[in-house]
């Protein structure tokens, strides 16, 4: 499947945004960035909630699609462009990892951190939708402990979200250090992909903080 227009990915400076700039970045996508300053609440403005309700990023423009949620779009992109080989195609057997695990970094990794960083007590067990923290921790380590990479022996753009993901983790002791999440995170962030994100982010974060100060 070859779809040839560009990508507009709306866009913060160090948000999630950033992980799916990296995406679009390995695989070679054309895309365009649709900066928002959130510095200045421009996510709430109505131009934005049209596009995402939430007023939230990330969200892509592609042709008439719209998706917003970062999950969504990892596996929407890398469908879209599997030119750069990031993607087990239907009918790899490596595609039922590849989507277990960037699903499962929105509807446990992500629920399971937030509760933990708001010192919340998960759900009983049987009405939790990721059973408990340690669970959760656990599973992610056993799979990197028996593969190099989330999805098999080869790097898919499950990766691109997780070593990202795991790196900012870790940094804020959300996740424990171990050998094994630090030999991952090291492997993917070393890509100079997150290398160039990171450097224009922070050029894009400083120079919005700049403007919302100068027109408070
Ligand atoms: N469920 C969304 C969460 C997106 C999200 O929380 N984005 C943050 C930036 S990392 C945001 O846009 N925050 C702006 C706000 O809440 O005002 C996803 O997975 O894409």
Not at 154 to 175: H, I, P, Q, S
């Amino acid at each position: 499947m070859a779809i040839p227009d560009r990508v507009t990915l709306y866009y913060s400076p160090r948000t999630r945004a950033s992980g799916i700039r990296v995406l679009l970045e390995e695989l070679g996508a054309p895309f365009e960035l649709h900066t928002l300053n959130m510095a200045k609440g421009e996510q709430r403005e109505p131009g934005y909630l049209a596009i995402n309700p939430l007023g939230k990023v990330p969200a892509i423009r592609h042709g008439d699609a719209v998706v917003t949620e970062q999950s969504a779009i990892y596996i929407y992109l890398s469908d879209a462009f599997p030119d750069a080989g990031l993607t087990p195609a239907i009918g790899d057997p490596d595609r039922g990892a590849f989507l277990r695990w960037i699903v499962f970094y929105s509807s446990c990794f992500e629920p399971a951190l937030i509760d933990k960083s708001m010192g919340r007590e998960p759900p009983p067990a049987t009405r939790s939708a990721y059973g408990d923290y340690d669970k959760v921790i656990s599973a992610i380590q056993s799979n990197l402990s028996t593969q190099a990479f989330m999805a098999g022996d080869r790097l898919t753009a499950a990766d691109l979200l997780w070593g990202g993901a795991l790196n900012l983790m870790t940094r804020f002791g959300l996740v424990p250090k171990t050998p094994v999440f630090d030999a991952y995170i090291e492997k993917i962030i070393s890509r100079p992909s997150f290398g160039k994100v990171a450097e224009e982010d922070e050029i894009m974060a400083a120079a919005h903080e700049e403007e919302a100060a100068g027109s408070a």
